[in-house]
């Protein structure tokens, strides 16, 4: 984890923070905004909302943890304001139980992160928060310091995320059949 | 199975995303976050300098009224127009900080988010009731006082258009409010609980 001296200036954490997280960062982008253009403008965002939090940042968590918040907040807006043109959103459960995303079994390494990247997409907010942290290696306890769930509830919605991710990526299509 | 891949292994795959934007110097960073505060700043004063311009021309107007009546109505308009600069300022300044972002987790910020939403739509009568208010005394002191009978049944029909428009947008905000509310009602069990269910 990556330490921090609270007396670091904005600048000082900015810098760091877009060393350390930028390609994590970008990866988080790509979970709200399939359009390029759109993301461009989510990953600027969210850079943005990073330099003006940093003025604030006390130490009182971790940076990490600060990082995914500010990240994921930023996001969660942007999706909200763009949400009137969009499919409705769905659960765990609901992606669970929809065996159409796959058509066939995933051929190579870009297909799967395609497929992967349309379902994280079509989850609400907050499930979609803990797919993406799952995905980017972070455990239970740092995922519900960021998403302030219950680590309970955390450790429920992995399960569930392991579930759907080996429905999905079972032999494409075998689910339901 | 074959072509299973194992979540440990989608992992990988995700993570491995090749990088396409660049990285931002702290130069441009904060000629964006300066650019960004301007932006906010101009249009919050372009919106409050509409308020009072609004406001002004009301005040003018009901105090050059020729009946009290339709200086009721100018007041009523005027007031209006100052209720919901008040409204824009106050709202404004409850809106998200830059330091909530990161001390919020992404539960709480999402129920601030739909709070707020929840708040606009039901306290929306406030401001709206004084211009409506202001607008039907208006169109009532011209059929008292116009001098062709011929426009009152126009008028008449305005001030039914005008009530029955301000009706249905309070109903229609407070569905939306309520819709809003069992999202949140739903969202804090949910966020709560130890057993978590779907998702609401």
């Given at each position: ?20 997280f ?23 965002e969210i ?6 939090s ?48 796959n ?6 390494q ?68 | ?43 919050n004063?372009?919106e ?29 308009v ?21 330091k ?88 804090s ?12």
């Amino acid at each position: 984890m990556t330490t921090l001296d609270v007396g670091q200036t904005q600048a000082e954490l900015y810098s760091e923070t877009a060393a350390t997280f930028h390609a994590a960062l970008e990866r988080l982008a790509r979970a709200y905004e399939a359009d390029p253009e759109s993301r461009r403008d989510l990953l600027q965002e969210i850079h943005l909302a990073l330099w003006r939090s940093f003025a604030n940042f006390d130490g009182r968590c971790s940076l990490r943890t600060w990082v995914y918040r500010v990240a994921h907040n930023a996001a969660a807006s942007h999706v909200g304001r763009q949400r009137k043109n969009n499919l409705p959103l769905v659960s765990l459960e609901e992606a669970e139980a929809a065996p159409d995303l796959n058509n066939g079994a995933a051929a190579d390494q870009q297909e799967a992160l395609e497929r992967l990247l349309t379902l994280v997409r079509q989850l609400k907010p907050l499930d979609r928060q803990v797919i993406v942290s799952y995905l980017e290696g972070l455990d239970a306890a740092a995922i519900a310091e960021i998403t302030a769930l219950s680590p309970s509830n955390v450790a429920t919605r992995i399960h569930r995320i392991k579930r759907v991710l080996a429905v999905q990526f079972h032999e494409g299509g075998s689910h339901g059949k | 199975m074959e072509n299973e891949l194992p979540p440990k292994d989608l992992k990988t795959i995700w993570q491995s995303q090749h990088s396409e934007a660049t990285q931002m110097s702290i130069d441009e960073i904060r000629t964006k976050a300066w650019n960004f505060e301007r932006k906010v700043r101009r249009r919050n004063l372009r919106e409050y300098f509409a308020a009072v311009v609004v406001a002004a021309g009301f005040a003018f107007f009901a105090w050059h009224s020729p009946s009290r009546m339709v200086s009721v109505g100018n007041l009523a308009v005027a007031a209006g127009a100052l209720c919901f600069a008040y409204e824009l300022h106050r709202r404004g300044s409850s809106r998200t900080k830059p330091k909530d972002l990161g001390t919020m987790g992404c539960l709480d910020f999402h129920l601030g988010q739909l709070e707020r939403q929840r708040d606009l739509l039901d306290e929306s009568w406030k401001w709206m009731i004084w211009l409506v208010l202001g607008m039907a005394v208006l169109m009532a002191a011209a059929i008292v006082t116009a001098p062709i009978r011929k426009t009152a049944p126009f008028l008449v029909v305005a001030i039914l258009w005008t009530a029955t428009w301000f009706w249905m947008m309070l109903r229609r905000n407070k569905r939306k409010a309520q819709t809003l509310q069992q999202e949140i009602d739903e969202l804090s069990r949910w966020g709560k609980s130890h057993e978590a269910g779907p998702l609401p």
